[in-house]
Every structure is written in structure tokens, then in C-alpha cells.
């Protein structure tokens, strides 16, 4: 693994550059959701991937509660269905059937505990590819905090994605330079987008997965009616972070 890691530093050079603001990266994060319109007839499936390593525990014990408040979000424009695919341990890397309501969804995450491991994201990706010649996927939602596996080969696996028109939605927690490049290129490949976050966003990241759990079920025309309904959550969120802001 540590060669693994080497290569990996290696194939992305650290380059010194200055941190935007959490505030214009969700703008920009958001300005990029509004411009990706979903396959015809993907309307409602989503993949939702979590690293499940022991470090996660406490953003895995947040993302039980913010699935629920996706359900809802999307109820609203049309349904969501969501696959769970995570990894955490010794090579063990699950993908679940998919669930149609949040309440079954968080008995399945409730009974999962994570586990110390590195980094199995090829195999989310696997996952997600598999799931995808099956049906059509309207989005790949993944959370996590590191990568320590052969860059080059997540990049292929998420070309493969983007080929499908699976766009990525890369969350990630803290600001791991490698895992950034990493997950920026993904969201590139797969003409999706990428936005960091930390443990005192947690609203901010549920204000986040339910616009995208909308734009799942309802497209790019769903994602604007929102971020008009400045009442509720998502789209209180999505008035106050107009590009440009901050």
C-alpha cells in the first residue's frame, strides 16, 4: 500500500495554491449542478457512496440522517430511488439494492458500523458501472475524506462513468490535497462537480444532498424551481450562495 501511495503522490505533484472560501466553493459547486441535465429516463436513481473507514464515523452517523431528508426533498418533485455502496475494513465493499424511502434506507446504514481500512474507491466505481448496463443511474454521489489507491485507475473507471453519462458528485470532507485533485478530475470526467466541506458545514452538505437528490429525480428544470423556494432548506441554501457571493 505504501508504494501504492508513493505512486499516487508521485502522479499528482502538490503544487502550493491558495484555499477559496467554503462559501465559493458551494457557489461554484452549485453553478455547476445547475448546468448537468440527467439522461432521459434516469429520473430518480441515485448512487449514494460512503466511505465507511473508521475515521468516517461521525459523518457517516450525519449522512443516516440527511438520506431521509433526500427522500423528502425529492417526494416533492417526482420520487428517488437510491443505491448504497460502501467500503470500510479489510477489502469489504458492499452495494445494497435499491431503496425507495428513507426509513428503510437508515435501517440498513444503522446496522452498519465502520471500520478501520484504506480507501476502496475502484471498487465503488466498479459498483457503480455494474449498476449503470443495468439501468440508467441519474447520479453518483460520493463522500469521503482521503484516496490512497492508483489515481490513473480511478480515472479510467470514471471515464467509463462519464461515457455512460453518470455524473459524479464528489463531496469531500476536509482538504487532503491528494484526494482533491483526485476527485476534481473525476468530477471532471464524468461531467459532474466537486465541493469540499468540513465537520462544522453539516447543514451546509444536507442542504447540498438534497438539491442533488432533486436534480436525480427532476433535472436541471427541478434544481432552478428550488433554489426559488426560499423557504425550504436546499433552497434557502441555494438563495444565499449566488456565484459571485463571498
Not at 453553478?31 to 464515523?57: C, H, N, V, W
Not at 446496522?111 to 484504506?118: D, K, L, S, V
Not at 433554489?227 to 444565499?240: N, P, S, T, V
Amino acid at each position: 500500500m505504501a508504494n501504492t501511495r508513493d505512486r499516487t503522490r508521485e502522479s499528482l505533484v502538490r503544487q502550493e495554491t491558495d484555499v477559496p472560501s467554503t462559501d465559493n466553493d458551494i457557489s461554484a459547486f452549485l453553478d455547476r449542478a445547475r448546468e448537468i441535465k440527467p439522461r432521459p429516463g434516469a429520473a430518480g436513481r441515485l448512487i449514494f457512496a460512503l466511505d465507511a473507514t473508521m475515521s468516517r464515523q461521525p459523518t457517516w452517523d450525519r449522512a443516516c440522517q440527511i438520506q431521509a431528508e433526500m427522500f423528502q426533498e425529492a417526494d416533492k418533485v417526482g420520487g428517488l430511488k437510491i443505491k448504497l455502496v460502501y467500503f470500510r475494513g479489510f477489502g469489504e465493499c458492499k452495494a445494497s439494492r435499491w431503496f425507495e424511502s428513507g426509513e428503510a434506507l437508515a435501517h440498513a446504514m444503522g446496522r452498519i458500523a465502520c471500520q478501520g481500512g484504506h480507501t476502496q474507491i475502484r471498487k465503488v466505481l466498479t459498483a457503480a458501472l455494474s449498476a449503470a448496463e443495468q439501468e440508467k443511474i441519474a447520479a453518483l454521489v460520493y463522500v469521503g475524506d482521503c484516496m490512497e489507491e492508483d489515481v490513473d485507475l480511478l480515472c479510467d473507471k470514471a471515464g467509463q462513468l462519464g461515457l455512460l453519462g453518470v455524473p459524479m458528485f464528489l463531496f469531500q470532507e476536509g482538504r487532503d490535497g491528494v484526494a482533491e485533485r483526485a476527485f476534481r478530475e473525476m468530477a471532471r470526467l464524468t461531467n459532474g462537480a466537486y465541493c469540499p466541506f468540513d465537520a462544522g458545514s453539516a447543514k451546509q452538505l444536507a442542504d447540498l444532498l438534497k438539491a442533488v437528490a432533486v436534480f436525480a429525480s427532476g433535472g436541471h428544470t427541478a434544481l432552478q424551481a428550488l433554489e426559488k423556494q426560499g423557504e425550504q432548506g436546499a433552497g434557502l441554501l441555494l438563495q444565499q450562495l449566488k456565484p459571485g457571493r463571498g
